[in-house]
Structures are given as C-alpha cells and as structure tokens.
C-alpha cells in the first residue's frame, strides 16, 4: 500500500517506500506566530490522484479541497485556531489516511481545539491528546501522548510507530484505553550548545488496524523543534534565583534595620 | 452581622481557593486550551505559561495583541480594525471583570498575592524578624515603580515591537520577568520557566533578572509583606480603573483618626493615607487590595467600610476589633521559634 504523506515530513519517507505520494508545503507564515499562517499555503502533491483532501475548520464544517497540477491550494478560512487537512485514499482493499493539524489565523469561533479533536474525520485516527496548546510547538525530548481510535473508539494493542525526519524511528503499541506515548528523539544533527537553534523537522505517528479484513493506514503528520534545553540552563537559572534569595535575605536585614523591626 | 470566622480566615479561604482552581483548574475541568479558559483577560496574575490554568491574566494578552496586532495595525502590515479589535474587546473583558470586584482581585483572588501572604505567614510562624512597614519615604519611593513597568514593559516595548522599532524579543518583556510565571509553572512540576536563556542578549538580560526577582521575592516575602505587589504592573492598571469598580474603601474620619493609626499598621501595602486621609470618603487609594484589614483593625464604628454598590458589606466595630485582636495575639503567640523579643503583643501583623 501506498504511504501518503504531506508538508515536511515527506523528506522522512519510509525506506523501501517506493511510490510514495509526496507533498511539499510552501506556506507563508504569518510574522510572529510561525506556523499560524495568514495567506494561502499550497500544498504540492505527487502521487496523489485519487485522494480525497478535506479540511475541516475549528467549527466542525469542512470543505474538499481539489488538488490541481499535483498541487492543493489552503485559503484562509478567515476563522482562528485549529483546523485539520484530511487525505484519503480508498484501495478498496483498505484504506489510507493522512492527518495534519494547521493553526490558522481568523476571527475568533468560539470553539475549543477540543471540539475537533473529538470528532471523527477518518475510521481509523490516531488523535493527539493533547494537541500542543494554541502557540506551543511539539519539541524534541518532550513526552507526548496520543490516541488511536477507530469508529471513534480507542483501539488497544495495535503497533503504532514514530518516524522523524532525521531517520530516528521509534515503536510502541497502544495501551487499554487507547493511548500511547512517545519521547520526541532529540535527534537534530549538528546542534550547538547555548546556542538557539530555531529549526523544525517533521514527524509522523503511523498504525495500521485490520477491521473485517480491511486494512486501515493511518498517519498523523506534524512538526517538531529543538528542545530549547539547548540554550536554556536550568542549574543556572536556579544559581541566579538562589543570588536572588541572598540578595532578598540581606536588602530584608537592611531594611529592617533601617525601618524597625516587629 | 457577625461572621463564624474573622474576615482574615475567611479571605485566607478564598484565596486558596482561587489559587487551587486558577493553578491547577485544567486538572478538574477542560482548561488545557487557550480559547478553554474564563476570560483571557483576568484582572489577577495568574498565568498562561501554566498549562493547568484555568484562566490567565490580561497582561499577556496585552502585551501580544499590541506587538502582533495594534502594532502590525498601525503600520499598514494588517488591516487597522482586525489590528484594533482583539484589543479592545480584551480590554472591554478586563473592565467588566474588574467592575465587579475592583481591586479585591489583588487581595483575594490574585494567586501571586497569596503565594506572597502564605510565605509572610511562614516567616512568621518560623519565627523570623518582621520588617513592621516601610516607612513613608521608601513607599513614596517604590510607588512609581509599578507605573513604570505598566507603561514601559506591558505598553510601550510590546507597541514598539509591533511597530517594527523593537527586537522581537522584547514583545511580551514583562511576562519575560513576571514572578508568577516561574512560580506557578513550579507549581505544576515545570521547570522549564526557571531558567537562565542564551537565545539572545535580549532574553539572556531578561531571564536574569527574572530568576533573580524571584528569589528576591520569595526571600523578602518571608519577612516584609507583599513585596513585588509594590511594584506589580496590575496594580497600577486597576489603579486606572477603581474608580468604576463596584467594591470600594470607604471612610467617615472621626477626630479621634489621626492619632489611632491601626489601620495604616494593619494595611499589608503600607498605605498611610488611609490613617490620615480626612476628606475623602472613597479611600481605595492606588495601592489597595481591598483586603480588608485596614477596617478589621479600626476600633471605631464604621468609621471604614468595604461597600458594595454603597452598600455596607463589612463595618468596622469596636466589638469585631476585639475579637480580631485577640485573634491576632493568639496567632503570635504561636510560633516554632520562640523569640523574646518577638511579635509585639496587639500590633496588626498579617494573618
Ligand atoms: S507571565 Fe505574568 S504577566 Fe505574563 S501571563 Fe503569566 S502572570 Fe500574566
Ligand atoms: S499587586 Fe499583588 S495581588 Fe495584585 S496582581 Fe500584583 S501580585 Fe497579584
């Protein structure tokens, strides 16, 4: 079968994953908030045909999007926060989906994130739970969970693996209810310490479910950073608030001197 | 009326109940996501750095809206009104919210404020050496303090960001220093807000002086009440805004007030005004919390009031004050290390 795959992660393809359908986002981030992006993106598609793109906005309506010259085009849907890009595919022995989730900018809805990651966009879904809050980006060496669900019920004991860009490729099955849980690697190549490094790969989470002797592919697709430990020392962050505690214990004696004591 | 507990206890109460729900709501109801919070405009620190809360306060919303929309707004970078309106209607919530307790979201509600009084409490109880007040002279000192930061750190650099004039990483400067976002992330098990960050000079000098306010703060609180309240940014912004709260600090001097004194000993913020103010009948200075004890301390009949919509809500007494006087001997007296020259019998010290 026919791995489908969007955005940066395509760079991650799968070895031995010939006849991939490739997708290369161009999208124009909006000045401050990185991904919540305010013009058009345009999605490239390779290998697509066939598939079905919908994307879904934090209301819960969705529209299809038709890809045309192997590309797909994202207008602003001139609503703010968390919409999903759905691509499926239908082998007719099984069923393959893709899942991005895009934090768009627009007017305010009204509805929470919640509200669309509760909600059923393909049978078989591997959900983000959480799904990184509104500004904040999954990061390398963060611990983030994840549920599988099919027919909008968690599924247990199916393989579920992580794949990045840089090759790392991490396993796990999924527990009773549903969930699992992975480690980002911190797998960026070339990183200097104390320095900021503001780079961002992609990552896939994937599962297959056979359900009546159909297979169901699922993908959830998205990016992650550097973790900024890199640059950001906690022992000196303690060390400069334990000067802080002397400095605060002397300036108190001083004032107390000066002011009276009780 | 007379209350089954004083006003002090029954604060303490409230503001451990706000802490517990502002800190960790998100661990009772679905307040993970931003647009699941209250308000986003909260009159009170508590923050949006902690992923638990269940609202956040107005500060940050401020301070990104003016460096990502009012400023782009301005420059012709977006369209002026979608630059205009988010603040405006963050600054409408602020106000309606505020209207409704006035500066009592500092005294009772604010979880900075009363992680400050459960640290004074504790040096207290551990029997360390109390500062008694500042004197006139250092609270004249320190008063501008609070507007400074408002103007420059939560209004004018976020603006001058925006603007395009400012490094980006001065677009939220106060939250980069704000005590209440490193203590209650600790407070949920992250550690990620105490630190000491090289991205850039910019937020190197910021986190500096962040770790290092902290633990001046928690150093200083153990033995001077409310500290960083002193020079708290929200502060000054309801100080802007009292006037149209509904809940307020009202006096009716008598001759006898200027020589008592005991609310101005008994007021956490060390306002003198309220012992000498003989004019005025709305007493909520600038400085006010609206905590209340300014008129538990007041041995004269209603000569302060808290009033709500110029209702009397709690009077002062000559029978309350006794009853919280020897209250407040009892919990003096009480401390794991003893001092000889401890806590003064009958002085107004925090409870
Ligand atoms: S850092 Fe301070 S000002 Fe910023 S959101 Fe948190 S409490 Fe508010
Ligand atoms: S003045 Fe004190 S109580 Fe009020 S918002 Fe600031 S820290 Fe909180």
Redesign the pocket.
């Known amino acids: 079968m026919v791995l489908l795959a969007l955005g940066l992660p395509l760079q991650a393809q799968e070895p031995g994953q010939s006849g991939s359908s490739t997708a290369t986002e161009t999208a124009s981030h909006g000045a401050g908030h990185g991904r919540r992006g305010r013009g058009p993106k345009r999605l490239m598609l390779a290998n697509g045909e066939g598939a079905v793109i919908r994307l879904w906005r934090p209301d819960l309506s969705s529209v299809i999007l038709r890809p045309e010259h192997g590309s797909v085009t994202l207008s602003p849907t001139g609503m703010e926060g968390l919409h999903a890009l759905v691509v499926q595919r239908d082998w007719g022995d099984g069923e393959e989906t893709l899942l991005r989730y895009l934090d768009l900018r627009g007017k305010p809805t009204g509805h929470s994130p919640r509200d669309l990651l509760a909600v059923a966009k393909s049978r078989f879904e591997i959900v983000p739970d959480p799904q990184p809050r509104e500004h904040r980006r999954y990061r390398s060496g963060e611990e983030w969970g994840f549920l599988l669900r099919f027919d909008n019920r968690p599924v247990a004991g199916v393989a579920v693996t992580l794949t990045t860009a840089q090759g790392t490729r991490l396993d796990a099955v999924s527990a009773a209810d549903g969930s699992v849980e992975f480690t980002l690697p911190d797998d960026f190549p070339r990183l200097v310490e104390g320095v900021k490094d503001g780079r961002s790969a992609g990552f896939q989470v994937s599962a297959v479910y056979r359900h009546q002797q159909l297979e169901y592919r699922t993908s959830l697709d998205a990016d992650y950073r550097v973790d900024p430990r890199h640059w950001r020392s906690s022992g000196w962050g303690v060390a400069v608030a334990s000067l802080g505690l002397v400095a605060g214990g002397l300036v108190g004696r001083r004032i107390r001197r000066r002011e009276g004591v009780q | 009326m007379k209350l089954p507990v004083n006003v002090s206890v029954l604060r303490k109460l409230v503001q451990v109940t706000a802490f517990v729900f502002l800190v960790f709501g998100g661990l009772f109801g679905s307040y993970y996501y931003l647009a699941d919070k209250l308000s986003g405009a909260l009159p009170a620190?508590?923050?949006?750095?902690d992923y638990q809360s269940s609202d956040?306060?107005t500060?940050?919303t401020f301070?990104h809206q003016l460096a990502h929309r009012v400023g782009p707004g301005l420059t012709g970078d977006i369209d002026l009104m979608s630059g205009l309106m988010p603040f405006a209607v963050t600054f409408g919530t602020f106000v309606l919210l505020f209207v409704v307790l006035n500066k009592a979201f500092c005294g009772w509600i604010c979880p900075?404020g009363t992680f400050q009084e459960l640290l004074n409490m504790l040096g207290r109880k551990l029997g360390l050496r109390q500062t008694e007040g500042l004197s006139r002279n250092t609270v004249q000192r320190l008063r501008p303090v609070k507007w400074l930061l408002l103007l420059l750190l939560v209004f004018g650099f976020p603006l001058l960001t925006g603007l395009g004039w400012l490094d980006h990483d001065l677009r939220?400067p106060?939250?980069k220093i704000?005590p209440?976002?490193i203590l209650?992330t600790l407070a949920t098990g992250n550690g990620g807000e105490l630190t000491l960050d090289q991205a850039s000079p910019v937020t190197l000098v910021l986190s500096l002086a962040a770790d290092f306010l902290f633990g001046l703060m928690i150093a200083l609180a153990l033995t001077l009440r409310q500290p960083f309240c002193r020079i708290c940014p929200m502060l000054a912004l309801h100080a802007v805004f009292r006037k149209i709260g509904l809940l307020r600090l009202v006096k009716q001097a008598t001759p006898r007030c200027d020589r008592c004194g005991l609310c101005a000993r008994a007021c956490p913020m060390d306002i003198g005004e309220i012992h000498t103010e003989m004019e005025k009948r709305d007493v909520t200075f600038d400085d006010c919390t609206l905590c209340g004890r300014c008129v538990e301390f007041c041995p004269d009949r209603e000569v302060l009031q808290l009033r709500y919509l110029g209702l009397p809500l709690f009077s002062s007494s000559p029978e309350y004050f006794k009853r919280r006087k020897r209250a407040q001997l009892h919990w003096d007296r009480n401390t794991l290390l003893h001092r000889p020259d401890g806590p003064a019998a009958g002085r107004a010290g925090a409870k």
Not at chain 2, 45 to 49: E, K, P, R
């Open positions: 620190l508590s923050c949006a750095y956040y306060c500060l940050i301070q900075l939220d106060y939250c704000c209440s976002r209650t």
